[in-house]
């Protein structure tokens, strides 16, 4: 293709395309005109537009964790990129590769300090693993397939490429072929033996986090597990976690500190494959913030860009359990049919009964869904996203992402109202591409965490000022004419039946629909 | 105060009060509920809850243009404080004083690098004049009162304090009294004489900004050109405009770059006082950046941070205008009314015949608004506020922060569809406080302005996903049911007759109210 004269927007649209990517989540600008009019004539990138770039970023996570490879996204200047920053952050955390390019003005304009001048390196920097300013349309196409390989560094991440409007403008772009997709790293051999042998009862624990929560991952683990005797446990938050029926059931460390410091009490030994030491989200006055047992023995065998397949495969050697029966394997089942009103407890079973084999779970539901896994674990074979960088406002983008990664399979969101909020405009984009998406918004009508957070730093009792502060009703959000507004389906229900007569005709449809669950 | 025990963010609320904030735009989190139990016992701030943080910032941004005076936010650590980036960009290019309050993890906690640990200061820089990390309670009343004297160097700055939750919660807070604010600078007193001579006749232009263009400014620029007989203009976007029947007029340089170069063509002289030498919005192929005709004498008389009204009134005396009568008074006068279907021109007559004495007018109007200047000059008198960064979304936020800042005023604001839904959260917050604001939301379902830029950048004939890329109207956006959803009443307009009964309702009502205006 380098033979023929092109500027360097089209050769950047070539040689994203050469790299493997396909889709672009969108919301350009005047500097980024070059690259709408290539995605234009340039077959092989669907191109999906977001009225705010905090939904673009953050479907391009959502697309990551399904499709394990990275999209890229269209941003405009420094402005456009900060609106996205937080789903970024959010991205960042969970491993997602993302290659954002953002539009800058042309070198002459920006020593002019125009209304848009910004510092986009300085704004990119603190979300992204590499930046990259390209200097001119020759060096464009090369720079995107480095961008894309930096991305594809497991487990992911965030390569951000800044090109100036006269790049893209300029003739002389040259379409860069495919790089080679950098290999994992190897896990820690020289801890393989001690971490076998750490491994000896019920004190001990593996805890797991990234690709070792794979269902073929898993299975080791629950080889391992039923084997040595050992615990497993994943991270509170997870990119993605395979589970259900047949599948190797695994628990998460608590988010509530003091259960959390509960749950993790009995154990001397700690293995940790891809997974951080667990740590509380916050520091609160007077609590520890490692939340093992003082003297713990903490092991790093991989950590989250090791091959942890490879890891978790000698693991299972190393403790002879290759050959054992993996323990921990959920049989099929599912709560009994809860009638009346909603509660929480009833709410999770008529949850657990409606999610279909293969869904994607996008869970945001902060404090309504904390009792949502042992419900759940013994439904259909499905896959749970979590919000792992604590900026909320990640479920309803990242469930756009997750529906055009895998349009065969079912998408559920559940989101609590307020994070819903931060970027309710995807619901607009789920409209405008058709997908296969269920949200359902948990109307507890205030920021209930934070009335929790407000006794747990202290405040023992807060006046009517505080909780008004972190209080959502004064006016109601009416989240079905909201959904309708820009396109989306959408009841409410307040009772076990009428939840699950709406989730039935959610996901009957083959379009976006919305559910407000009152509770 | 200082001998009452208090912890730190007790502190922080005393000293910010003791230096004259008394509103805080505020989306919370764990690591600030210090500062919300503190904001609920101590009397003196208003908090006013955002959906988003974007909403917050640009509030802060509207309330300084109106009340020439910094309020505060309080903002959820990096991805708090990024989500309200994009509007702070809006409110660093407008001049608007602005406190953030970001909380940040004790340092223990930051160690650990938790989900939502970032790097606060690398996100705050690239949009701050002044960042500061407080490193215990005693120092955090101390370091609030510098950041409002911060914000408040003229014409006003972006000062964002970042405070760990340990300095929030620990007991030792120090209140701090006012500081002394900070003066502006002095005019270049050495150009005076030179920029006097250069203004005498009609090749002679004074390009005016900032306060310079309020209304005793203005009268004063007025007597300026009725005496030399130069021509007076402001910048295309400014912070706060004083205009109406009344008032000295003063145009705009163009937004399209052919116009303004043409506007501009005829000035040998240019004297500056607090507007910068005139440059397009954009850099486009094969187009000059810089607006001014070739070989223009440019004289800075004063930037935006100069006494304006000093340099002003010696420019009076020094081209000896002080007894003329000023130039371009506006005398009252509205367009006949309009009527039938409206077009931009009808629109335009419809809402110069609406706006009352003492309105505060928001535009956000990007393409449809260009023309409403001129026919809306003879209305009573009024402020208008731009846009001054480029980043979209900061007109709704802004009318909240105007409205609060002049609650005796009426608030309109004027936005494109396509802006209004970056930060269409802002509803709900006009809703909770029962705000003052009639929103006309012009519903040409697409991004105008960039199918007209696509031209712009040399794209002739962008193709049908160029154009669906830049197009609304897959599904329409139905914001009188979004604005119901949130509490604000609303209806629809599309013709005369309609819109002149939707703009009565709207302004004769006490609370928001939202119109979609279909064009």
Known sequence: ?????????????????????????????????????????????????????????????????????????????????????????????????????????????????APLTSDIAGIARPVSHWVHNSPSAATVGEDAAKAVQAAMVAPGQIATLILPSDTAWTEGGIVHDALEPPAPTDFDQSVLEKAAEALDGPSSLLLLGGEALSEANLEMAGRIAARTGCKILSEWSNARLERGAGRVEIGRVPYPIDIALKVLEPFDRIVLLGARAPIGFFAYPGKPAVLTREGAEILTLADAGADLGAALHALTTATGASDTAPAHVVAPGLPDRPSGPLDLDRLAQVIARAIPEDAIVVDESVTTGRAFFPVTKGAPKHTWLNNCGGSIGYS????????????????????????????????????????DVTVLIFANRRYKILQGELTNVGVGNP?????????????????????????????????????????????????????????
């Open 396 to 435: 309803l983008p990242a469930a756009i992402g997750a529906a055009i990664a895998c349009p065969d399979r079912k998408v559920m969101t559940l989101t609590g109202d307020g994070s819903a909020m931060y970027t309710i405009q995807a619901l607009w984009t789920m409209a405008r591409e058709n997908l």
């Open 463 to 519: 006046g009517p000022r505080a909780i008004d502060m972190l209080s959502l009703d004064r006016p109601d959000l009416q989240f079905v004419s909201m959904a309708r507004s820009m396109g989306v389906e959408a009841c409410e229900a307040s009772t076990c039946e009428e939840l699950e007569t709406a989730m039935e005709d959610g996901l009957a449809s083959s379009g976006p629909y919305l559910i407000q669950v009152n509770i």
């Open 1 to 113: 293709m380098n033979d023929t004269q092109m500027n360097g927007a089209e050769s950047l649209v070539h040689s994203l395309i050469a790299n493997g990517i396909e889709v672009c989540f969108t919301n350009p600008g005047t500097s980024e005109m070059h690259f709408v009019a290539a995605l234009d004539h340039i077959a092989g990138m669907r191109s999906v537009l977001a009225l705010q770039e905090g939904v673009a970023t953050g479907a391009a996570d959502g697309y990551y964790r399904m499709a394990r490879k990275p999209a890229s996204t269209l941003l405009h200047l420094g402005p456009g990129l900060a609106n996205g920053l937080s789903n970024l952050h959010n991205a960042k955390k969970a491993g997602s590769g993302i290659v954002n390019i953002v539009g800058e003005h042309a070198p002459s304009h920006i020593a002019l300090d």
